[in-house]
């Protein structure tokens, strides 16, 4: 009974004690591999809300958002994909998506508006220990019709990509995407990357 209560009272204390930060992964070794994959297997079914969110600011409720991609949530993604398709992931798969966030921080924001160009002139700035960082590369296509609602203004939706260079940044730290109207209005989005795989 003795040994029970010491393991019980362990476990409970370490329930509280606080994780190590684990930043984001940079470089994935094969057990984190199979994690991202595993990941994306047992949560398939999860909207992509719950599936992101991790990595998700959510602006405004079922609307504006900014999600994060690390090579972790895209090898994520790609194997939740799979399983949905009643497949495993092919070694290249896996390669390709990887490379894809190799050496940046990419962020896709999806933005609703009232036309299909009111996102054009967005632009986009990490802010990075006080200092501002441009992207290395920005696509702010037309936005698409969303939904229809009699008797309502029409209403678009559009998906714009910021990317920045990994370099100089340290992934123990926190970063804010600042997204940039035409008139000037800021939108902020913090993203604690010690806290993201």
């Given at each position: 009974m003795a040994l029970l209560l010491?393991?019980?009272?362990?476990?409970?204390?370490?329930?509280?004690?606080?994780?190590?930060?684990?930043?984001?992964?940079?470089e994935l070794k094969d057990s984190q591999i199979e994690e991202a994959i595993q990941y994306g297997k047992r949560y398939k079914n999860y909207d992509v809300d719950k599936f992101l969110g991790e990595w998700m600011v959510v602006w405004r409720k079922d609307a504006d958002r900014v999600g994060l991609y690390t090579k972790f949530n895209l090898l994520a993604v790609a194997a939740r994909n799979a399983a949905l398709e009643s497949r495993e992931l092919r070694p290249e798969e896996i390669k390709n998506t990887m490379a894809k966030a190799e050496g940046k921080l990419s962020f896709e924001l999806v933005l609703y508006g009232d036309t299909s160009h009111f996102a054009r002139n967005y632009h986009a700035v990490l802010n990075y220990k006080e200092r501002y960082i441009q992207p290395s590369f920005k696509h702010n296509p037309d936005a698409e019709p969303y939904g229809w609602r009699p008797?309502?203004?029409?209403?678009?939706?559009a998906f714009c990509s910021y990317e920045f260079t990994l370099t100089d940044i340290d992934p123990n730290t926190e970063v804010t995407l600042i997204l940039i109207t035409p008139s000037g209005m800021e939108r902020q989005a913090i993203f604690d990357l010690s806290r993201m795989r």
């Open positions: 010491t393991f019980l009272t362990l476990f409970t204390v370490d329930l509280y004690l606080p994780r190590p930060a684990q930043a984001i992964w940079t008797m309502s203004p029409p209403v678009f939706r």
